[in-house]
């Protein structure tokens, strides 16, 4: 089986993720209530636990992820297969997320403990103390800049895919992940230099 991406074929293995997903969708462009319930089931969890690391508002998560879901339902012909099915999903949620977020001013972070990837460490205190650090200086970065940093690191994307999902230029994915790193390096910096200073007093 192949799909287009521009002029060049894709190939799409038979039997993949992606390949089920795809077919899914195309049943779902049919109106097949039976193909988008289990195109729901796939990705409520990961929807959500994509909009919970902007937001700890579980009503808000829950909003976004129905409303992602609805234009799914609605636009699902209009899917040419330029990209995978996740990225297109995702690039709805992301879009739906920031529409979310100006209208209600949302701006939390919640990140899972146990999925943050830092060093461990016999000190408990010193690792509970690193997750804050981290917590409070994604939060502390603008919602693109911390939205690249949340797809690369915690979803493992490509630029590619992150700029299909953000609709924009690879560069411009590049450009917000070189700021991002930098804020987010100045932002720890100080962070662990207060928690230092109020230790030692």
């Not at 109106?31 to 089931?41: G, M, S």
């Not at 040419?80 to 099915?85: E, I, K």
Request: some cysteine.
């Amino acid at each position: 089986m192949l799909r287009s991406v521009g002029n060049q074929p894709l190939p799409v293995h038979e039997g993949s993720a992606d390949d089920r997903e795809l077919q899914l969708l195309r049943r779902v462009a049919r109106q097949d209530r039976e193909a988008f319930k289990e195109l729901y089931f796939i990705y409520h969890r990961r929807l959500l636990r994509f909009v919970m690391r902007m937001t700890s508002r579980q009503d808000l998560a829950e909003e976004v992820l129905n409303d992602t879901m609805w234009i799914v339902w609605k636009k699902a012909g209009e899917f040419r297969a330029a990209s995978q099915v996740s990225t297109w999903i995702l690039g709805i949620a992301y879009r739906q997320t920031l529409s979310t977020s100006r209208r209600t001013q949302f701006n939390a972070l919640a990140v899972e403990p146990e999925e943050l990837d830092v060093a461990s460490a016999d000190d408990m205190q010193l690792q509970t103390e690193t997750r804050e650090w981290l917590d409070q200086g994604l939060a502390q970065l603008p919602l693109e800049q911390r939205m690249v940093m949340e797809l690369t690191y915690f979803l493992g994307h490509s630029c590619e895919e992150i700029a299909n999902i953000m609709d924009c230029p690879v560069n411009t994915v590049k450009t917000r992940m070189f700021h991002a790193r930098r804020k987010l390096r100045t932002g720890l910096a100080k962070l662990a230099g207060t928690a230092t200073d109020a230790r030692t007093e």
